[in-house]
């Protein structure tokens, strides 16, 4: 063959090549949607150059649906602004094993590079070295517009160890009208006030209910002990009941037949029970207190002493020790706790957000404008702690929770359980 021809069919060789790579290049602009729906990208503006870098992080959460609809929006939002970084949301319904995987994962070193935490959960994961401090997010404006009782619970060792999210705490709430007829204009300030109190209304009504314990949710029992304890933090510590904690559950004891256990998701049941004057309080977290209608939260009184571990009902966004994308996770956290978003959740689901700004100057604003009670704000604005870290509290609780499911709706068995808790101390 001669110089001319294999020239020409050079030539010919690499145009076919250059034709063939030129529409392969084109996509290095697109981004696969990493959530499980089937949202797909926009595509970024022309001219614009393709990000270098780009990045799949992985979240892990445990949410009711309606709460993981809106942060899938959330999510999309943020992809969209941020192509670059593919972000796959895996939700798993049952908070107790989905913590439980999360901490082995963690020890294998295998875990996702952000996961949302019940708060009591974040300092045990930090303590056993499977976060990343946070504390990088917290400048400017956004540092300053953090409430104290949501952070501070957050730290251990001189760093911030997870952004706050949103939280719901419990509140205890009495039928006014109940407790007017009782002779008190306000609820006990004191355990023995409370008793006081009890033994007034059993006198008119022997068969009343006096308190709502659901079943198997140790949220509201700590509550209630703490809000006639000295010392509630402690109550935290899942160590052994003092005697006068003990004391307190041997009155609980003796007035089982007066303690109903209405499911909290019966909302139905607790409310017709206060409108028919049948109970006399009942402990509820926020979001549910923000469902009743008027006509009902007109009959109640919110006992805010009783707020004493507002921080407990909250979650709060972490960073994995083991991430290899730190800076784009920490990107994606600040898009997620942004105002914007925590008053869409708080306005659809009721809980409450973790900024300061997001609170009314004024009860009125509060009312007409769908924003959260300045009450609530001030109270978050309190110095808030978690006195001594313990790696293995999530164990704890769990363990505490299980044995108290036993009990609760189980007649007689309050002392059981007290002597179940000395048996594992």
Not at 100 to 112: F, H
Not at 221 to 236: C, F, G, I, T, V
Not at 245 to 264: C, K, N
Not at 390 to 415: F, I, Y
Request: proline letters at 7%; a negative charge.
């Amino acid at each position: 063959m001669s110089f001319g021809k294999l020239a020409t069919l050079f030539i010919g060789l690499v145009m076919i090549a250059i034709l063939m790579f030129v529409p392969l290049s084109h996509q290095g602009g697109t981004v696969s949607i990493g959530v499980r729906d089937s949202y797909t990208h926009i595509q970024p503006n022309a001219g614009e150059q393709p990000p270098s870098k780009p990045a799949d992080i992985h979240v892990n959460v445990s949410l009711e649906e309606r709460h993981f609809e809106l942060l899938l929006q959330a999510n999309r939002e943020f992809m969209m602004k941020y192509p670059h970084i593919q972000v796959s949301l895996t939700n798993e319904p049952e908070p107790r094993s989905a913590f439980a995987d999360w901490m082995a994962q963690s020890r294998q070193g295998e875990a996702a590079d952000v996961l949302l935490l019940d708060n009591g959960y974040v300092l045990p994961f930090a303590v056993n070295g499977f976060l990343k401090p946070v504390d990088s997010l917290l400048t400017g404006d956004s540092g300053t517009d953090q409430l104290s009782a949501l952070l501070d619970p957050l730290r251990w060792n001189g760093y911030l160890w997870a952004i706050p999210k949103d939280t719901n705490p419990y509140l205890l709430v009495w039928q006014k009208d109940l407790l007017k007829e009782t002779g008190w204009e306000e609820p006990p300030a004191d355990w023995p006030s409370y008793q006081a109190l009890a033994a007034r209304r059993l006198e008119q009504a022997p068969d009343a209910k006096l308190l709502n314990w659901s079943a198997g949710d140790l949220n509201q029992h700590l509550l209630w002990l703490a809000r006639y304890d000295k010392a509630p933090n402690q109550l935290l510590e899942l160590s052994a009941y003092t005697k006068d904690q003990l004391a307190r559950l041997d009155t609980m004891q003796a007035l089982e037949r007066q303690t109903s256990h209405i499911a909290l998701d019966d909302l139905p049941a607790l409310v017709q029970a206060f409108q028919q004057r049948e109970l006399l309080a009942a402990i509820l977290p926020w979001s549910d207190i923000e469902q009743l209608e008027p006509p009902v939260s007109k009959l109640l009184y919110i006992d805010r002493e009783s707020a004493s571990f507002p921080w407990l009902g909250g979650r709060s966004y972490a960073v994995t020790s083991g991430s290899l994308h730190e800076e784009e996770a920490l990107l994606w956290i600040a898009a997620m706790t942004e105002p914007h978003h925590q008053q869409r959740v708080y306005q659809e689901l009721g809980l409450l957000p973790v900024r300061a700004s997001m609170y009314a100057q004024n009860e009125a604003e509060a009312v007409s404008g769908g924003k959260p009670p300045v009450w609530w704000g001030a109270m978050l604005a309190q110095t808030g702690t978690m006195d001594t870290p313990d790696p293995d509290w999530s164990g704890k609780w769990q363990a505490r929770e299980r044995l108290w499911e036993t009990v609760t709706g189980n007649e007689g068995e309050l002392a059981a359980y007290v002597e179940a808790v000395v048996r594992t101390e």
